[in-house]
């Protein structure tokens, strides 16, 4: 099992940055898969960006591809999204996702472990 909780989350202008933690507890996060997921209001959760347990891949939505960079500190447990020239409409509640084992889906059903969310307001 583990145990996740997000931080950093944020009001910012549009065109800034924000950046994304994700700490887990547990001895085994270093063989979790991780991902980001957002939701706005009204709408279904969408996959941001993932990343394998060693780091070694890393894949993202087209929406985010060039501005958002996932990475993590297996020995601090923890991952990151470092988000920049952000947008109004990436505006939602940011979660970040654990799955036991090497590939890092992009899919939301795949993970079975997941954080309370964290909340990015970005301003026009």
């Known amino acids: 099992q583990v145990h996740l909780v997000e931080s950093g989350g944020g009001l910012v202008q549009a065109g800034g940055s924000l950046r994304l933690s994700c700490a887990a507890s547990?001895?085994?996060?270093?063989?979790?898969?991780m991902g980001w997921f957002r939701q706005a209001p009204g709408k279904e959760r969408e996959f941001v960006a993932s990343?394998?347990?060693?780091?070694?891949?890393?894949y993202y939505a087209n929406s985010v591809k060039g501005r958002f960079t996932i990475s993590r500190d297996n020995a601090k447990n923890t991952v990151f999204l470092q988000m920049n020239s952000l947008k109004p409409e990436d505006t939602a509640v940011y979660y970040c996702a654990g799955d036991r084992g090497y590939y890092a889906s992009t899919s939301a059903r795949e993970y079975p472990h997941w954080g309370q969310g964290t909340q990015v307001t970005v301003s026009s």
């Open positions: 547990g001895r085994t996060f270093s063989s979790y898969a």
């Open positions: 990343i394998s347990w060693s780091g070694g891949s890393t």
